[in-house]
């Protein structure tokens, strides 16, 4: 059973910045593609961004793009968002998620079989 554990939410003004980690436990973290998600009060959860096996490919939903970075370093079993330019409609839970394959194309929830707590990101305007 792979445990995740999500840690750096808080609270930023608007154009501020966050880097969130996870941290798994387990053996098949490198081995797995690993995504981000989040869900806002009153709104359905939302995939944000994913990561395939070893770093090589990333993708992000649109109101993101160029202000989130996913990385993450499998020799520490963790999975980074950067979030920079925050506005208050990011704020939300965040959650880590890991992948049932090595990469995600379609961005689905249903592609993932592990998950985290969860942390609050709230931005302030």
């Known amino acids: 059973q792979v445990q995740l554990v999500e840690s750096g939410g808080g609270l930023v003004q608007a154009g501020g910045s966050l880097r969130l980690s996870c941290a798994a436990s387990?053996?098949?973290?490198?081995?797995?593609?690993m995504g981000w998600f989040r869900r806002a009060p009153g709104k359905e959860r939302e995939f944000v961004a994913t990561?395939?096996?070893?770093?090589?490919?990333?993708s992000y939903t649109d109101s993101v793009k160029g202000r989130f970075t996913i990385s993450r370093d499998n020799a520490k079993n963790t999975v980074y968002l950067q979030m920079n330019s925050l506005k208050p409609e990011d704020t939300a839970v965040y959650y880590c998620?890991?992948?049932?394959?090595?990469?995600?194309?379609?961005?689905?929830?249903?592609?993932?079989?592990?998950w985290g707590q969860g942390t609050q990101v709230t931005v302030s305007s």
């Open positions: 998620a890991q992948g049932r394959g090595s990469v995600d194309y379609s961005a689905g929830g249903g592609n993932y079989d592990s």
């Open positions: 990561i395939n096996w070893n770093g090589s490919w990333a």
């Open positions: 387990g053996r098949t973290f490198s081995t797995k593609a």
